[in-house]
């Protein structure tokens, strides 16, 4: 169940970074029943929440360029 819960959080953290979808869309196509549910969820495995991780990657990539 570890597993599935962290491949899902990569999903998550791929399609934060890469789409416009809103974090409750994410969270929805990824099973979750509410965006709250899906962000605690998030917050556990990858120790931000979906926003936060999704500002610090934006952030990342426009240090980099």
Do not use: C
Not at 35 to 53: G, H, L
């Amino acid at each position: 169940m570890d597993y599935l819960t962290r491949w899902r959080m990569m999903l998550a953290a791929d399609k934060l970074t890469s789409s416009r979808e809103s974090i409750s869309e994410i969270g929805l196509a990824l099973g979750y029943e509410s965006e709250k549910s899906f962000s605690t969820a998030f917050k556990r495995v990858m120790n931000y929440s979906p926003r936060q991780y999704g500002r610090r990657q934006r952030e990342v990539v426009i240090e980099t360029h």
